[in-house]
């Protein structure tokens, strides 16, 4: 079965149910979709566990990660393509890609770049995490646009 890889967090609550209709709309239908949230507050050890950086935010990051990975498992109830969730460390480009390299990932599917002064801010700073991707992947990158509701 070939994988597509979705990076997910709070702001795209919905992404990979949209990653989900895209690979189906494209004929996927023996795609898994392998959905990976980034702890950009932790690191892997040698051993492969996830360790905080800061010991004052573990419990809370702990807590945000199961609240993200809750928000996936019920955005994802209903979708009709297999697919996994994966907990990852460190910088969200970099673990996408070792990801995408490990499952031998068609494509990574991601949102695109926050708006407002955070986003401003993490662009200025390192860069999107798509734009990273794009420049350093042999494999494609979609960056699926934030939904827009009507006023």
């Not at 928000?71 to 990852?88: E, F, I, T």
């Not at 480009?93 to 401003?120: F, K, N, P, Q, T």
């Amino acid at each position: 079965m070939r994988s597509v890889v979705v990076g997910v967090d709070h702001k795209h609550p919905d992404l990979a149910r949209r990653a989900a209709s895209l690979v189906q709309s494209l004929g996927g239908s023996l795609i898994e979709l392998v959905c990976v949230w980034v702890d950009e507050t932790a690191v892997s050890d040698s051993r492969g566990f996830t360790v905080s950086v800061d010991p004052d935010i573990a419990v809370s990051s702990d807590a945000y990660g199961a609240d993200v990975l809750a928000g996936l498992h019920r955005a994802m109830a209903d979708v009709g393509l297999p697919w996994s969730a994966h907990r990852g460390a460190g910088d969200p480009a970099v673990e996408l890609g070792r990801v995408a390299d490990e499952v031998g990932a068609v494509m990574i599917v991601v949102g695109a770049h926050r708006s407002g002064l955070r986003g401003w801010t993490t662009n200025l700073v390192g860069g999107t995490v798509a734009g990273r991707l794009i420049h350093n992947q042999a494999r494609p990158v979609v960056v699926l646009p934030e939904t827009v509701t009507a006023p």
